[in-house]
């Protein structure tokens, strides 16, 4: 069965910090794709990032990096030098090849000035 | 390039009532999903809809519908309402269904309350 696990509730930094968002999957398909995805306030959810299960390569964008790896089936999510309007709820994702996402339970971030 | 339109933005109804809620997609998806958010279950897939079909389900009960019209916009229903439905209802639109084969860009979604 799919699962996916945010084993981080809360979390608080200061502005400035780096912070890891962690992100554990669980599938039985070798095709599956992983997303993060960002949460305001407003409700929506921004997309951040896709990545399918044969890309490995880690990814950089801005301050965003993605370190995905298939021996631990994580795929975390850092943010460097954080902002306050980094402050929302960010949920990972899987998805089977042509299937549902099924999200985590989304980890709540606080950037405090 | 308009988002994902989500209508109404709050709704509050009564036990035992039914609901519609709206979505209209990003101008040329053609697929669109529903989902449920809630603290305790977090969210979950209601349903998936391509060219007027419905594609994927999620383990909903029946009081959940949902239709797709030719214009790709999308509506969904629930029934016999109970305490419970309460929740944030998120649509997604992508160009074509299937998850992770593109991206799913989300509306700010529909708060319905029941009271």
């Known amino acids: 069965a799919q699962k996916v696990t945010q084993a981080q509730t809360e979390i608080s930094v200061v502005e400035k910090e780096d912070v890891t968002l962690d992100c554990v999957y669980e599938?039985?398909?070798?095709?599956?794709?992983l997303f993060w995805y960002k949460q305001p306030p407003s409700g929506e959810l921004v997309f951040l990032i896709r990545?399918?299960?044969?890309?490995?390569q880690n990814e950089i964008s801005g301050r965003y990096s993605w370190n995905f790896q298939k021996s631990t089936s994580s795929f975390n999510f850092t943010i460097t030098a954080s902002q306050v309007v980094d402050s929302a709820v960010y949920f990972c994702a899987l998805s089977e090849a042509g299937g549902k996402l099924i999200f985590g339970q989304g980890t709540e971030l606080s950037v405090k000035p | 390039k308009a988002g994902v339109t989500q209508t109404p933005r709050y709704l509050i109804k009564t036990r035992g009532q039914q609901v519609t809620l709206s979505c209209s997609p990003i101008s040329g998806h053609r697929s669109v999903s529903w989902y449920q958010q809630t603290p305790g279950q977090g969210l979950q897939f209601l349903f998936e809809?391509?060219?007027?079909?419905?594609?994927n389900k999620g383990n909903f009960p029946g009081r959940f519908s949902g239709r797709q019209f030719s214009n790709s916009r999308s509506e969904m229903n629930v029934s016999t309402l109970e305490l419970g439905d309460s929740a944030l209802y998120l649509c997604?639109?992508?160009?074509?269904?299937?998850?992770?084969?593109?991206?799913?860009?989300f509306g700010q979604g529909t708060r319905l309350t029941v009271v």
């Open positions: 599938t039985r398909d070798t095709t599956y794709y």
């Open positions: 997604a639109s992508s160009l074509v269904p299937g998850g992770g084969n593109t991206e799913a860009f």
């Open positions: 809809y391509f060219s007027e079909t419905q594609r």
């Open positions: 990545r399918n299960s044969f890309d490995e």
